[in-house]
């Protein structure tokens, strides 16, 4: 049965501990895999919830039990507010980078294979086969660092992809509860310009690619890893949520 990714991001402050005690809920239901509260270390209002479940019904059931609390309307709020027409903030509190909103995916791990990256596991799919990217392409990737160490390498590293063709997501974010966990957030607006970006990196790389390198620091939550996915938006609808369509109304100006 499919694993299940949840990704949120959201910028307001006031969201935090909304989201952190759902995590914590969330952490005690049967199924979960992570449910983990980030920062971004660059955009301090810009907040990213990540979970991930063991199966589709455990998210199902785990979600029906937020619903019995009283945490449900504050978590569905905070859900209405990243939603289309919101994807760039609200008026009182428009995003300086990045979109807010909500995806879900079924969780898949890559490697980087003869630099190119392969899905690591592959049970049910024919080997001779490889799917297609058609969309935008989402990136989860988390990995560790030093809480004392210097940062300054990421947000150089940040600022010079975020400035390549076809990035229109690169940002950094910190874990609230396990400051040691990192995350790395990204979007690429076809396979195209992510090929061109990871082949331009494969050419300046030295050393062992980064599906290889050993973690410098432990973990005490979660497991590190590369995903890549199919960029897909959800919203609640009459209690359901639902892939957002392509297109969306404006939230500054009314027809």
């Given at each position: 049965?499919?694993?299940i990714?949840?990704?949120l991001q959201?910028?307001?402050?006031k969201d935090?501990a909304?989201?952190q005690?759902?995590?914590?809920h969330?952490?005690?239901q049967?199924g979960?895999?992570?449910?983990e509260?980030?920062?971004?270390?660059?955009?301090?209002?810009n907040l990213?919830?990540l979970e991930?479940?063991?199966s589709?019904?455990a998210w199902?059931?785990?979600?029906a039990?937020?619903q019995?609390?009283?945490?449900g309307?504050s978590?569905s709020?905070i859900?209405e507010?990243c939603q289309?027409?919101?994807?760039?903030?609200?008026?009182?509190?428009?995003?300086a980078?990045g979109?807010?909103g909500?995806e879900?995916?079924?969780h898949?791990?890559?490697?980087?294979?003869?630099?190119f990256?392969?899905a690591?596991?592959?049970?049910e799919?024919p080997?001779s086969?490889?799917w297609?990217?058609w969309?935008?392409i989402?990136i989860v990737?988390?990995m560790?660092?030093?809480?004392?160490a210097?940062?300054?390498?990421?947000?150089?590293n940040?600022?010079?992809?975020?400035?390549?063709?076809?990035?229109?997501?690169?940002e950094?974010?910190r874990?609230?509860d396990y400051?040691?966990?990192i995350?790395?957030i990204?979007?690429?607006?076809d396979?195209?310009?992510y090929?061109?970006h990871?082949?331009?990196?494969v050419r300046?790389?030295r050393?062992?690619?980064?599906s290889?390198?050993?973690?410098?620091?432990?973990?005490?939550?979660g497991?590190?890893?590369?995903?890549?996915y199919?960029?897909?938006r959800?919203?609640q609808i009459?209690?359901?949520?639902?892939p957002e369509?392509?297109?969306?109304?404006?939230?500054?100006?009314m027809?």
């Open positions: 049965m499919a694993v990714r949840v990704v959201t910028n307001s402050d935090v909304v989201l005690a759902l995590s914590a969330m952490r005690d049967p979960c895999i992570q449910a509260d980030h920062r971004s270390i660059e955009f301090n209002d990213l919830h991930r479940w063991t589709p019904a199902d059931a785990a979600w039990s937020v019995r609390t009283d945490l309307p978590v709020q859900l507010a289309a027409p919101h994807h760039n903030g609200l008026a009182e509190s428009p995003r980078y979109t807010s909500l879900f995916y079924r898949s791990r890559f490697s980087a294979e003869r630099s990256w392969q690591i596991d592959e049970d799919r080997l086969v490889r297609p990217i969309s935008k989402r990737i988390q560790t660092a030093d809480t004392e210097d940062i300054s390498p990421r947000l150089q940040a600022a010079r992809t975020r400035a390549e063709r076809g990035c229109e997501h690169f950094f974010f874990s609230l400051p040691e966990n995350a790395l990204e979007l690429w607006t396979a195209e310009t090929d061109l990871w082949l331009d990196r300046q790389r050393g062992p690619p980064p290889a390198a050993p973690s410098p620091i432990a973990r005490r939550y497991d590190t890893g590369f995903e890549f199919n960029h897909t959800y919203q009459a209690g359901v949520f639902q369509p392509l297109g969306w109304r404006g939230s500054m100006l027809m």
